[in-house]
T-cell receptor, first 119, second 114 residues
Framework: NAGVMQNPRHLVRRRGQEARLRCSPMKGHSHVYWYRQLPEEGLKFMVYLQKENIIDESGMPKERFSAEFPKEGPSILRIQQVVRGDSAAYFC?????????????????FGPGTRLTVL | AQKITQTQPGMFVQEKEAVTLDCTYDTSDPSYGLFWYKQPSSGEMIFLIYQGSYDQQNATEGRYSLNFQKARKSANLVISASQLGDSAMYFCAITHQAGTALIFGKGTTLSVSS
């Protein structure tokens, strides 16, 4: 029963390059979330996706960042033209289908994260 | 808007002692869920315990229990019989419905000594 998978675990890019981070949710989970953690801080929400749909991207910077969750394959977080300020840990989480309103939450299970370093 | 406040940047405890990590929250939504996650030095985020706003009983999971005081808007994590492996950063988080973002606090670093 594999958990949430993320790769690569560590990624080094030079300024101006592109970074692609991948996330495979837990089996049976159809919801994927991306979070960013800057050093010494808590996680900040970026984007929430279901298969082939972006549901909420309110936490994602408007420029250079994009995310997708295709019908087949992992979810991808893409950062174009990276800058030093993009250096952070990027976590993916997954949860099963939305539950009824009375039980309002599904636990989000996190992957091990991708540590992005921009030189 | 929802908010989580963790006022203890660091806590120190001896092995086998109990420790309480504080978490207060702010939300205008009557329906919400509270979570605690553990982040060891290796960096992964490990789910510990969940409390729903409508739950009548305080949540418990093994050595973890949640002291949920709704009127005070607090959801403190209690770890009984601390172990060296409990040394980690602990995050409290809130969400108001399934399929929405978790809002995290800044975390508390717990150090357990022998």
């Amino acid at each position: 029963n594999a958990g949430v998978m993320q790769n690569p675990r560590h990624l080094v890019r030079r300024r101006g390059q592109e970074a692609r981070l991948r996330c495979s949710p837990m089996k049976g989970h159809s919801h994927v979330y991306w979070y960013r953690q800057l050093p010494e801080e808590g996680l900040k929400f970026m984007v929430y996706l279901q298969k082939e749909n972006i549901i909420d991207e309110s936490g994602m910077p408007k420029e250079r960042f994009s995310a997708e969750f295709p019908k087949e394959g992992p979810s991808i977080l893409r950062i174009q033209q990276v800058v030093r300020g993009d250096s952070a840990a990027y976590f993916c989480a997954s949860s099963p289908s939305r539950q009824a309103r009375r039980n309002p939450t599904d636990t989000q299970y996190f992957g091990p994260g991708t540590r992005l370093t921009v030189l | 808007a929802q908010k989580i406040t963790q006022t203890q940047p660091g806590m120190f405890v001896q092995e086998k002692e109990a420790v309480t990590l504080d978490c207060t929250y702010d939300t205008s939504d009557p329906s919400y869920g509270l979570f605690w996650y553990k982040q060891p030095s290796s960096g992964e985020m490990i789910f510990l315990i969940y409390q729903g706003s409508y739950d009548q009983q305080n949540a418990t999971e093994g050595r973890y229990s949640l002291n949920f005081q709704k009127a005070r808007k607090s959801a403190n994590l209690v770890i009984s019989a601390s172990q060296l492996g409990d040394s980690a950063m602990y995050f409290c988080a809130i969400t108001h419905q399934a399929g929405t973002a978790l809002i995290f606090g800044k975390g508390t670093t717990l150090s357990v000594s022998s």
